[in-house]
Every structure is written in C-alpha cells, then in structure tokens.
C-alpha cells in the first residue's frame, strides 16, 4: 500500500505543494510547529532512515540542498532541520521525510 505522502505525490489526496522537482515534493505541513513548516519528501518511497541504503546518499544531500533553497525562497532568518527516525523517535508516517522549521 502506498504511503499517504505517496498519495499526495500522486495528487490521490491534495495538499500544499511549494516545489516538486523529479526527485522530491514540498508540501507545507498539515499541522504546522512553526511560522513555515515544511516536508521535503523524496519520490523514492523509504521508510525511514533506518532503511537507508549506501546508494541513497546523494539523495539524502539532495533534499538538504532543497531545504536551503525553500528557506532561502522564504527569506527565513534561521531554521531547524529534523528526521524523525522509528516510532521512539516520533516518526509517525513511514514515507522518508525532513521537516524545515522556519523563523523569521
Ligand atoms: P513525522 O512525525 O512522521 O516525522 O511527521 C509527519 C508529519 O506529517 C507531521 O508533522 C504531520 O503533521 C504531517 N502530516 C500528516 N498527515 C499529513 C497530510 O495529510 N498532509 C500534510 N501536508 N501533512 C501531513
């Protein structure tokens, strides 16, 4: 079963897209913590950090190169950049994903 992300990659459900590239979507999250919440999500469906694999490595610089693109777009003065990583960790949708907190 695909993941909700997945859907929304897929226009299955709708959300707040800000950048879509051939690798990567960014929605604005539904339930902000900050003035601008991000998920850069990747295509590629994995499920969380834990399932890395050696070969992803690019793709896991690639959406940190997109974050300090979306935060640069959006004039942050700082931001923070988390994976919630296992259920311990809080991870709560198992679609890879790096949340961008902004502040201005
Ligand atoms: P996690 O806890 O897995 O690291 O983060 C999942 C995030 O996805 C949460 O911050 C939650 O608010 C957000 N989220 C869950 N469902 C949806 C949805 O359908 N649309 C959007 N835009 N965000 C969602």
């Not at 897929?10 to 690798?23: M, S, V």
């Not at 490595?57 to 690639?62: P, Q």
């Not at 959406?63 to 700082?78: C, E, Q, V």
């Amino acid at each position: 079963m695909s993941s909700i992300f997945t859907k929304i990659i897929n226009r299955e459900i709708p959300a707040n897209i800000e950048f879509e590239d051939e690798k990567c979507i960014v929605i604005h999250d539904i339930n902000p913590k900050a003035s601008i919440h991000l998920l850069i999500i990747p295509k590629k469906e994995i499920p969380s950090i834990m399932e890395l694999e050696d070969g992803d490595s690019d793709l896991i610089g690639y959406l940190f190169l997109i974050a300090r693109n979306m935060a640069s777009k959006m004039d942050l003065d700082g931001y923070r950049l988390i994976f919630n990583v296992g259920e311990k960790g809080g991870q709560e949708i198992f679609h890879l994903h790096l949340h961008l907190l902004g502040f201005k």
